[in-house]
């Protein structure tokens, strides 16, 4: 993608923050700046911030934050190129194309994986695909399906790919990183041998891996999937989410099923807002996809033990995460994809317009194998159902539950509640004890406080050049040194700027944005900036003296030994 940066920063500075936020929250003034509600995370009261004078905005209670780009990218949940074009409009002014954002480091890898893409499509309108046709008919994948789905054939010749992208001078390094060759000794095989192809896109939309699936009778295994590479990373995924993403905002609810071929299905009926795991586990990362989304989710896992625990399992991580979500299970066949197959699309239709609340589910799950006739059994499951309370913030969730469990088996509520504190209070206590072996984590907290400190003022920037100047963290280290040459290059530095500026220029702005999302810091005063050096400075010298003490314990010259005890003596002071 090639833009025009002078381009950009224009754009930048026409957009008021307070006028384009307002255009998606109400905001109220506040002295100098604007509250609202936060549209990033459960917020009832209004805990973000938007200074007028900064150009940023800051929420204090779950850490979002940035400029005007940063803010409709999240909202919006689209890249950075796309809130530029939003705006761009917005604020009327003409977003061109002419000079190119540093190009990614690995675009080689995108370039290869497009290529084999069309290489495989090639394979399944030739003369070789006549089985893979037949099979694929037989499955009720038709052209429609094939098309928009971009499915391809590996061919039976084990070096079909192989050589047509050596010939093309991609490197070997690249084509294993890849999976897409098997390399054994002199000889060099195609991953993917005899096999109809899903292609696996990222978030946005470029082709990042591939899913094989066997069509003729083999004792091979069934599907044969791409490992995680430089540009693949399965729990950073969600399959169809590029093509689902518009319709997920029109319908206000994501559906998320099992399998590849759940998702097609469903989109090719019609239903279009679904997007599948990469796996029966939902990731951190999956969940933060989901809930820029601000959707409600429908599960409609597989209909066998797997899919009945994973749903659970999964159910949670959106109930602890604040995201709402209903639950579909289906019968008689293993999948969404089969039932559809077997009993039509609107009988799925009905399905979907009826489905349980987790919660419900939740507590049907936890009656498995009780005889709620039993008084013991009934206290086992009220205890389950406590336990499982325990690490849920959501105070509604806790009520609704501890109400639904009173009246069921006539218990006092005041009883229940009781018990829940009992058991969070436990808790607490070992995650205390956990915490207070986490050093490290006020140590990495302190290094990027000081960042933080550095991107909104240039003397912070001289402080740190004076008292540290160095951070052992290449990352870190690195951070620093891209907003030591940013200031001395424009002569200051805003936070509001810098971040445009990286997200044009640098690969570090995942990064830089973790950092700005991770600092709660109201006052940028010197006196903040200076107890964070100060921490620092004292995990520096904690680190010597551990490094000096193994010294001395390996030193045999008696004059190195003094002169150790001595550095030693000079350091324990300091601490």
């Not at 093509?243 to 559906?255: F, G, H, M, T």
């Not at 796996?279 to 990362?285: I, N, P, Q, R, V």
Request: hydrophobic share 35%.
């Amino acid at each position: 993608m090639a833009v025009n940066e002078q381009n950009i920063s224009d754009i930048q500075h026409a957009a008021d923050i307070v006028e384009i936020i307002s255009s998606y929250i109400p905001l109220t003034s506040h002295g100098k700046n604007y509250f609202g509600v936060c549209p990033f995370h459960d917020d009832h009261s209004p805990s973000m911030s938007v200074s007028k004078e900064k150009q940023i905005y800051k929420c204090f209670s779950c850490g979002a934050g940035g400029n005007v780009f940063n803010f409709v990218e999240n909202y919006e949940n689209v890249n950075f190129i796309e809130a530029v074009k939003i705006i761009a409009d917005k604020v009327g002014i003409n977003f061109t194309t002419n000079t190119k954002i540093k190009k990614n480091k690995n675009e080689n890898l995108y370039q290869i994986m497009d290529l084999a893409k069309k290489f495989y499509q090639n394979n399944l309108n030739s003369s070789e695909a006549k089985n893979a046709k037949t099979y694929l008919k037989s499955r009720s994948i038709d052209e429609n399906i094939i098309k928009d789905f971009e499915l391809g054939l590996a061919l039976k010749d084990k070096q079909a790919l192989s050589d047509l992208l050596i010939k093309k001078k991609f490197t070997i390094k690249d084509l294993n990183e890849l999976s897409l060759i098997n390399v054994s000794g002199e000889n060099i095989y195609d991953c993917f041998v005899n096999r109809i192809i899903f292609p696996i896109h990222d978030l946005e939309g470029r082709v990042v891996g591939f899913s094989g699936r066997i069509y003729e009778d083999s004792d091979q295994a069934k599907y044969f999937n791409s490992r995680e590479s430089k540009i693949f990373k399965k729990g950073n995924i969600l399959f169809n989410y590029h093509r689902a993403r518009d319709s997920i905002k029109l319908e206000k609810s994501v559906i998320l099923v099992e399998g590849n071929m759940d998702a097609i299905r469903l989109y090719e009926n019609g239903i279009k807002n679904v997007v599948a795991l990469m796996g029966t586990a939902l990731t951190k990362e999956q969940i933060d996809i989901i809930k820029k989304l601000r959707v409600s989710v429908i599960l409609m896992l597989d209909n066998d033990t797997a899919g009945y625990t994973a749903t659970y399992n999964n159910g949670l991580a959106f109930e602890k995460a604040g995201i709402n979500c209903n639950v579909v299970r289906i019968s008689d066949t293993k999948d969404v994809d089969e039932y559809i197959i077997k009993n039509g699309v609107e009988a799925l239709k009905n399905n979907l317009t009826n489905p349980i609340s987790f919660l419900d589910f939740k507590l049907n799950y936890l009656k498995q194998n009780k005889n709620l006739n039993n008084l013991e059994d009934i206290i086992s499951y009220v205890k389950e159902v406590l336990a499982n309370l325990k690490d849920n913030d959501n105070e509604l969730v806790r009520e609704i539950t501890l109400k639904k469990i009173s009246k069921e088996y006539d218990i006092d509520i005041d009883i229940l509640k009781n018990s829940l504190n009992i058991t969070k209070n436990s808790q607490k206590e070992v995650t205390n004890v956990k915490k207070s072996d986490k050093v490290l984590e006020c140590y990495e907290k302190a290094v990027q406080d000081i960042l933080y400190f550095m991107m909104n003022d240039s003397k912070y920037i001289d402080l740190y050049l004076e008292d540290i100047g160095y951070f052992k963290e290449k990352k870190y280290r690195d951070i620093a040194n891209l907003i030591i040459y940013y200031n001395e290059s424009f002569g200051s530095i805003n936070l509001a700027n810098f971040l445009t500026y990286v997200k044009i220029n640098n690969e570090l702005a995942d990064d830089i944005e973790s950092i700005i999302n991770n600092s709660f810091i109201k006052d940028l005063t010197l006196d903040n900036f200076k107890e964070y050096l100060a921490t620092l400075k004292k995990w520096n010298r904690k680190e010597q003296l551990q490094k000096l003490n193994e010294k001395l314990k390996n030193e045999n010259d008696i004059n190195e030994k003094m002169a150790i005890i001595k550095e030693i003596t000079k350091l324990k002071r300091e601490v």
